[in-house]
């Protein structure tokens, strides 16, 4: 219980400072002639080079365990989870040019569904009836949440004013689809290979996603690397946000792999979504902001979901615990019988000399028998003992090719 209130605290802290500054580095202007940070691939790259590099600190100096045993196959895996991870961020990035931070947000705490869907498609993954009536527990409700907010707007009305594009939308549907891909391929990565560790994901992940965007940044026919130094070099404000934005997101993934690892991609989609949700939360409350009818039912949804997560998984627990007491007491009560058996006598049985000795006796019996004349009932008895031996050499035989 104390390891998943720290992964939660840490992800609150570190991505609530992450979130703040991604808003800053991708909306706010700089400098004197009110420029903006464009280049989301060299952002990317920044972030991805900060928490290969504090993912594998982590490893080494914290943990003192030594970095993983590479093969083809684990740089295959670690490579395909790169490829989606880089192709997602972009989309996202993207989506900002049209529709605003709140409604990206609101489509962020969504990201149950694709974690479902494919887990299902891809993996064949199945979960119990009460984690999909969480999952719509807590979807709707943040959805209703940000969908029945009242717009202080002119003209507004108190009705929700529909700002975005729909193709914003669409590449946050996409964005959101790739990061199932993600989340669910880290799943089934831990459970093919046992030996690697939420902190060995974060830090070879990033590195392959470090290679990967370099080489894509250094290609001739790009000027985004160039830009971008430009840009840096003009704005120095705006490497001191990115910093901040690149450490607070790599500490934020060292709690995320753990809780990945430990806990599994639902649960960590749920940690993430609620702290959306109480970051919104805080905010009205902070700014004196009054919440409507529908959005306190909303806000009790929320909550009730996530009460009945932790509820199953409470009485889910309990039941492990006792089959387990079950299973221990019957293999006490197993070996105390089986105890018992071995002491009783065991009547002796007969060997294949006892039983080549009955049928030798019953053809001398047969020959004398034939001796006298009686030669019907010679056949018969010679015709048993011959048929004996045969069945007798058969079993012999089964015997020897088991």
């Given at each position: 219980m104390l390891d998943f209130v720290?992964?939660?605290?840490?992800?609150?802290?570190?991505?609530?400072?992450?979130?703040?500054?991604?808003?800053?580095?991708?909306?706010?202007?700089?400098?004197?002639?009110?420029?903006?940070?464009?280049?989301?691939?060299?952002?990317?790259?920044?972030?991805?080079?900060?928490?290969a590099i504090i993912g594998y600190f982590y490893i080494r100096v914290i943990q003192q365990k030594p970095m993983?045993?590479?093969?083809?196959?684990?740089?295959?895996?670690?490579?395909?989870?790169?490829?989606?991870?880089?192709?997602?961020?972009?989309?996202?990035?993207?989506?900002?040019?049209?529709?605003n931070y709140p409604t990206m947000t609101l489509a962020k705490t969504c990201k149950m569904v694709p974690v479902l869907v494919m887990n299902k498609i891809l993996y064949r993954r199945h979960y119990p009836t009460y984690k999909y009536a969480v999952v719509a527990m807590v979807t709707v409700g943040v959805s209703?949440?940000?969908?029945?907010?009242?717009?202080?707007?002119?003209?507004?009305?108190?009705?929700?004013?529909?700002?975005?594009?729909?193709?914003?939308?669409?590449l946050v549907l996409i964005n959101l689809t790739i990061d199932g891909a993600v989340n669910s391929t880290q799943d089934q990565i831990f459970v093919e290979d046992r030996e690697i560790t939420g902190?060995?994901?974060?830090?070879?992940?990033?590195?392959?996603?470090?290679?990967?965007?370099?080489?894509w940044l250094l290609n001739p026919f790009n000027p985004e690397l160039a830009s971008a130094l430009k840009f840096l070099y003009t704005h120095p404000r705006a490497l001191v946000d990115i910093?901040?934005?690149?450490?607070?997101?790599?500490?934020?993934?060292?709690?995320?792999?753990?809780?990945?690892?430990?806990?599994?991609?639902?649960?960590?989609?749920?940690?993430?979504?609620?702290?959306?949700?109480?970051?919104?939360?805080?905010?009205?409350?902070y700014n004196g902001h009054k919440l409507n009818d529908r959005q306190w039912m909303a806000t009790g949804l929320v909550f009730g979901g996530i009460t009945?997560?932790?509820?199953?998984?409470?009485?889910?627990?309990?039941?492990?615990?006792?089959?387990k007491a079950v299973?221990?007491?019957?293999?006490?009560?197993?070996?105390?019988?089986?105890?018992?058996?071995?002491?009783?006598?065991?009547?002796?049985?007969?060997?294949?000399s006892m039983l080549s000795a009955e049928r030798a006796a019953e053809t001398r019996a047969a020959i004398e028998r034939a001796a006298k004349g009686d030669m019907a009932v010679a056949?018969?008895?010679?015709?048993?003992?011959?048929g004996g031996g045969g069945m007798r050499r058969r079993q012999m035989v089964d015997v020897s090719a088991t």
């Open positions: 720290v992964c939660v605290g840490g992800i609150y802290v570190c991505f609530l400072t992450w979130s703040t500054m991604q808003e800053r580095v991708t909306s706010v202007t700089y400098g004197e002639d009110h420029q903006r940070f464009r280049f989301t691939i060299v952002l990317n790259l920044i972030q991805a080079a900060f928490a993983l045993k590479m093969n083809a196959h684990r740089w295959k895996r670690f490579f395909q989870v790169a490829v989606l991870n880089s192709s997602a961020s972009p989309f996202g990035y993207m989506a900002l040019r049209y529709i209703a949440f940000m969908l029945f907010k009242t717009s202080t707007k002119a003209g507004g009305g108190g009705v929700a004013v529909i700002e975005n594009s729909m193709y914003g939308l669409v902190q060995h994901m974060m830090c070879m992940m990033n590195l392959c996603s470090t290679i990967l965007m370099t080489a910093s901040i934005f690149a450490l607070c997101g790599s500490l934020g993934q060292c709690f995320v792999f753990y809780t990945l690892a430990s806990f599994g991609s639902l649960t960590l989609t749920t940690v993430t979504v609620t702290r959306k949700f109480l970051t919104i939360l805080i905010s009205v409350f009945l997560d932790v509820y199953k998984k409470q009485m889910s627990k309990r039941a492990v615990a006792k089959s299973d221990n007491s019957e293999s006490k009560v197993d070996l105390s019988d089986s105890g018992k058996e071995e002491a009783m006598p065991t009547k002796p049985r007969p060997g294949p056949a018969a008895a010679t015709a048993t003992a011959s």
